[in-house]
């Protein structure tokens, strides 16, 4: 029992952490390198999130980006929303912040090995989807084919430029992207994500659908994974955007009898299919 005291005292009680890199991705994304107090690893599983703090100002959970294979470091890529995001885009490598975690239910990698991945991430939902597919990539052999699909509102707001490229080019990684509003110098998809769906050519038995994104692209790309006879319980989604304490107190993130901070954010769709508040 004292044990147990132990580990909840230091599991609520914020690590000052040091960013060891900091760069703007767009105009309102900023990407963090941090460090844990002696070089300790973070421990996350991809999908996992952790409570970032600025004393003083306040706290929030933020989405790993980073693979768990990555060492001695973790990366975040957050975006201003509000007073605490916008004071943590004001830091740069050297200043300290806040971090508790990793907390919550991430993807099944071990469930996934030897299956095909198929990626589908809109706008922000990239972000703790880069942890998964950075994990599958340092565990290319583990997996079957990696599908990405990728969707923005328009080219400014494409996140990982550089990774994106790499994703593109590598020959062991299909990689589609699309844009809802294009400009003069886009030459790829224009539409919404789901129209990057229909043809694709799935072992439907075989594959894993992740899907990240905002709360409107759930239901329609479900309809569209359905509509290829995709089975449900192979689908997973995060449900993320409803968090706050991160530690199931706040009843901020819970819909009936799910805390989504502790029995999720990642849920197998299953879980969630009769829930209406969830999608």
């Given at each position: 029992m004292e044990n147990l005291v132990k580990e909840k005292k230091i599991l609520y009680k914020p690590q000052i952490s040091e960013?060891?890199?900091?760069?703007?991705?767009t105009d309102l994304e900023k990407f963090f390198r941090i460090r844990l107090p002696e070089g300790k690893e973070l421990g996350h599983t991809p999908g996992q999130f952790v409570q970032v703090s600025l004393f003083g100002v306040g706290e929030a959970p933020i989405s790993v980006c980073s693979s768990p294979t990555q060492k001695g470091y973790f990366e975040l890529t957050i975006r201003k929303v509000g007073m605490l995001t916008e004071?943590?885009?004001?830091?740069?490598?050297?200043?300290?912040?806040?971090?508790?975690?990793?907390y919550g239910r991430g993807f099944d990698v071990e469930g996934?090995?030897?299956k095909d991945i198929l990626i589908i991430g809109g706008g922000i939902g990239i972000v703790p989807l880069r942890s998964l597919i950075n994990y599958i990539i340092d565990n290319r052999n583990d997996y079957g084919r990696?599908?990405?699909?990728?969707g923005a509102k328009s080219p400014s707001e494409l996140l990982y430029q550089d990774?994106?490229?790499?994703?593109?080019e590598r020959e062991d990684i299909e990689y589609h992207v699309t844009v809802d509003r294009a400009d003069e110098n886009w030459k790829g998809n224009v539409g919404v994500i789901t129209t990057l769906?229909?043809?694709?050519?799935?072992?439907l038995d075989n594959?894993?659908?992740?899907?990240?994104?905002?709360p409107v692209m759930y239901k329609f790309v479900v309809l569209a994974l359905k509509?290829?006879?995709?089975?449900?319980?192979?689908?997973?989604?995060?449900?993320?955007?409803?968090?706050?304490?991160g530690v199931g107190k706040c009843g901020h993130c819970q819909i009936n009898n799910l805390y989504v901070c502790q029995d999720g954010p990642v849920f197998n769709y299953l879980e969630i299919k009769g829930l209406e508040e969830a999608i």
């Open positions: 960013i060891v890199e900091a760069k703007m991705l004071k943590l885009h004001e830091l740069e490598a050297g200043d300290k912040v806040g971090i508790r975690g990793p996934f090995k030897g990696l599908i990405i699909l990728y990774e994106l490229k790499m994703w593109e769906i229909p043809p694709l050519e799935l072992d594959t894993i659908a992740a899907v990240v994104g905002p509509g290829k006879r995709f089975p449900e319980k192979n689908i997973y989604m995060s449900l993320e955007r409803r968090m706050k304490c």
